[in-house]
Structures are given as structure tokens and as C-alpha cells.
């Protein structure tokens, strides 16, 4: 089986890759080539080379997403945009990134059930990521759904095929309000030293690839956290 299933097939639990974490992002520079970039300016390289982590790999289109949204605000307020990602400072990126990276190895199985429509029942669960911040991570047991000429003939719930999902808890006061939910494309991915699971990105009508995801969950969060260490110059 290619190491493209991998990528597209979710919950898929047999992908394999003989190498560090690093080494696999770096494998697949059309998904991850800026990706890894960030990770350098970050100083995180060892971090995805060396210890043992589950990272919730976030594709190069959620980054430039964001960007893209924080030259907009920007520019509404009369400043210069980010023309290198140097610009923004490697305590940013480091602070954002380690928000998707959480200590040791853990694939699906590992995780809870989650159910957005019934957080009562079942609420995924709080990890602490390396960021210090928690995050709700949990999987979607999809309904098992039999259709026949375009209608609906039987449903049995929670029996069908199972999502992971990573989540952004605005309010810790009432963490099960306003979630920012990502899926998971591809999970349990297993290089050397860890696990990956790749966040949910769509081709256009074109086959050019976009990010469902912005990355640091939403560009206003991004957009905060960028500021709030600086953005330097443009330098030649």
C-alpha cells in the first residue's frame, strides 16, 4: 500500500515510516514544505527529530492561510505586511506550533469518543499540549448509514467509521462551549519517534490544494499572537 493512502484514507492505522517525524514532514515537501520551514525559524527541529511526541501536523496551506489573513489586517491598518515568514518571530511560531505537539505517542485507539451534537455524553477529553495549553481531542463514531437509490433505508449510530479531532478550548471556564474543532485527514501515521496525524486539507475545482484548518486555530488567534511578540522588518 503507497504512503499516499496514508495521507488520504482517515483513521487509517497501518502507515509506517522509516524515519524521524521531521524526516516524514520533509518526505512530503508538497504538503509540508512550509510546514518545516516554520519548525526551523521555530527552533523546534529537534523536537520533531529526536523526542517522542504525537504532532497534529497542520499542511503548509493552513499556514499561508493565516498569513494571508494577517497581511489583510494589516494592511487595514495602514502597516507593512509580512513578506518573509522570518518576519514573525521564531517565540511565535514556537508558541503556535507547540499547540499541535503533545508528549509521547498516541493514535486513535487512544483517544475518547467525542460527540459535538452531545458533549454531555461524550466530551472528548483535555491534553495539555507542549504550549501549556489544553486541548479537547477525541473521536467521532459516525453513524453506519445503508442507502439505496439516493434514499436512506437504516441508521445505526456511532457504528459507522471513526474521526479524530483536535480542539481549541476558547473558555476553560466552560470548556465544552465554542470548540474550535479540526478533523483529522489522516491519523496514525508512525515514524521512529512518535506519531503523526495530519489535519484536514481539500483540493479546488482545480486539484490545487486548501486548508479547511487556519493554522493557530483561527486567524484572530493567530493574529494575536504574532502581534504580541512583534513583527520585524522586511530584511534584504
Given amino acids: 500500500m503507497p504512503k ?18 521531521l524526516a516524514y514532514l520533509k518526505s512530503k515537501p508538497v504538503y509540508f514544505d512550509t ?3 516554520v519548525i526551523e525559524i521555530a527552533g523546534m527541529n529537534d523536537v520533531l527529530d529526536k523526542q517522542n511526541v504525537t504532532f497534529f501536523a497542520p499542511t503548509s496551506s493552513s499556514i499561508y492561510k493565516s498569513v494571508k489573513g ?40 487512544d483517544y475518547p469518543q467525542i460527540d459535538t451534537l452531545n458533549m454531555a455524553a461524550f466530551p472528548g477529553q483535555g491534553y495539555t499540549s ?3 495549553r489544553t486541548m479537547n481531542i477525541g473521536v467521532r463514531f459516525n453513524d453506519a448509514v445503508v442507502m439505496e437509490d439516493g434514499v436512506e433505508k437504516s441508521r445505526v449510530k456511532y457504528a459507522g467509521y471513526r474521526q479524530l479531532y483536535i480542539a481549541y478550548i476558547p473558555n476553560y471556564a466552560d470548556p465544552k ?16 519517534n512518535g506519531i503523526v496525524h495530519v489535519l484536514t ?11 479547511k484548518h487556519n493554522f493557530g486555530f483561527s486567524t484572530n488567534l493567530f493574529i494575536n499572537t504574532v502581534q504580541s511578540y512583534g513583527i520585524l522588518p522586511v530584511t534584504p
Fill in 70 to 109: 494577517l497581511n489583510a489586517y494589516l494592511r487595514q491598518n495602514g502597516r507593512d505586511t509580512v513578506a518573509k515568514l522570518e518576519q514573525i518571530k521564531p517565540e511565535a511560531w514556537k508558541e503556535l506550533l507547540s499547540q499541535y505537539i503533545f508528549k509521547g505517542s498516541n493514535k486513535l485507539k
Fill in 35 to 37: 510546514l518545516t520551514r
Fill in 177 to 192: 462551549a465554542g470548540l474550535i474543532n479540526i478533523p483529522v485527514a489522516s491519523s496514525d501515521i508512525a515514524p521512529t
Fill in 130 to 132: 507542549m504550549s501549556g
Fill in 201 to 211: 486539507q481539500e483540493a479546488n475545482y482545480l486539484g490545487a490544494w486548501k486548508s
Fill in 4 to 21: 499516499e493512502k496514508y495521507f488520504f484514507d482517515s483513521g487509517t492505522t497501518k502507515g509506517t515510516y522509516n524515519g524521524s517525524i
